[in-house]
């Protein structure tokens, strides 16, 4: 009881975090409704329990499917004629916002590359929705001159991400950089490398995280070169 009344609580504070970022005064579609109401629910799912593995498997299968249902929603508002289509763009262009982020943690965590998210969505959607359901987070490393290591927790489950702090560049050398992540080995009692990537400038990547199937690696070194 005490679990489903939280629960219903990030739900809310969710739903007010979702309609807040809507600048409407008139309300959507029944068709769009239902949708923001099913991906609300979808994204509560997982930031509230992100530790069970196998449930972020099923929310990641449910958010390709709920991103071309949005698409296709979209596609079908712009070729509309009607007063209302004007009002639903806008709603569902939030509704892809938030399985663009979404899609963002819950495809690395099941293993499929992801590109990276920019600091737009990062920090305007990505960490309100995370603070909306307890989490926390921290810099845990910086490494100079441009990335950023931020570890995020809720409950036992844990996730770093790496930001790139030099601006976004849309030509030439997109002002990336590359990282390592080093974990302690006690056997041979060095540090080795478990990790590495690439971070366009203005973008967060993924690095790792552990829930109830993956372990965390604690990382304890880390090094970055501009390329």
């Given at each position: 009881?005490?679990?489903?009344?939280?629960?219903?609580?990030?739900?809310?504070?969710?739903?007010?975090?979702?309609?807040?970022?809507?600048?409407?005064?008139?309300?959507?579609?029944?068709?769009?409704?239902?949708?923001?109401?099913?991906?609300?629910?979808?994204?509560?799912?997982?930031?509230?329990?992100?530790?069970?593995?196998?449930?972020?498997?099923?929310?990641?299968?449910?958010?390709?499917?709920?991103?071309k249902?949005?698409?296709?929603?979209?596609?079908e508002?712009?070729?509309?004629?009607?007063?209302?289509?004007?009002?639903?763009?806008k709603y569902?262009?939030?509704?892809?916002?938030?399985?663009?982020?979404?899609?963002?943690?819950?495809?690395?965590?099941?293993?499929?590359?992801?590109g990276?998210?920019?600091?737009?969505y990062?920090?305007?959607?990505?960490?309100?929705?995370?603070?909306?359901?307890?989490?926390t987070?921290?810099?845990?490393?910086v490494?100079?001159?441009?990335?950023?290591?931020?570890?995020?927790?809720?409950?036992?489950?844990?996730?770093?991400?790496?930001?790139?702090?030099?601006?976004q560049?849309?030509?030439?050398?997109?002002?990336?950089?590359?990282?390592?992540c080093?974990?302690?080995?006690?056997?041979?009692?060095?540090?080795?490398?478990?990790?590495?990537?690439n971070?366009?400038?203005?973008?967060?990547?993924?690095?790792?995280?552990?829930?109830?199937?993956?372990?965390?690696?604690?990382?304890?070194?880390?090094?970055?070169?501009r390329?």
């Open positions: 009881m005490v679990k489903n009344l939280v629960i219903r609580k990030c739900i809310l504070s969710f739903l007010v975090f979702f309609f807040l970022h809507l600048t409407l005064v008139y309300s959507q579609s029944p068709l769009v409704k239902e949708l923001s109401d099913a991906v609300t629910e979808l994204t509560g799912s997982f930031l509230d329990n992100p530790y069970n593995h196998n449930n972020t498997l099923k929310v990641f299968d449910l958010t390709k499917k709920f991103k249902a949005t698409d296709d929603l979209y596609n508002a712009l070729r509309s004629n009607h007063s209302q289509a004007e009002i639903d763009l569902i262009k939030n509704i892809q916002a938030v399985l663009k982020t979404l899609d963002f943690l819950v495809g690395s965590i099941s293993g499929y590359l992801r990276g998210l920019n600091v737009e990062t920090e305007n959607i990505l960490h309100p929705l995370l603070d909306s359901f307890g989490w987070w921290e810099i845990t490393h490494a100079k001159p441009d990335l950023v290591f931020y570890e995020y927790k809720k409950g036992s489950f844990k996730m770093v991400l790496v930001k790139n702090t030099r601006p560049k849309d030509y030439d050398d997109y002002n990336v950089c590359t990282y390592e080093y974990t302690w080995e006690p056997v041979t009692k060095t540090n080795l490398m478990f990790t590495m990537g971070v366009c400038g203005g973008n967060y990547i993924f690095v790792e995280n552990g829930d109830s199937e993956i372990p965390f690696k604690n990382i304890t070194k880390v090094s970055s070169k390329k």
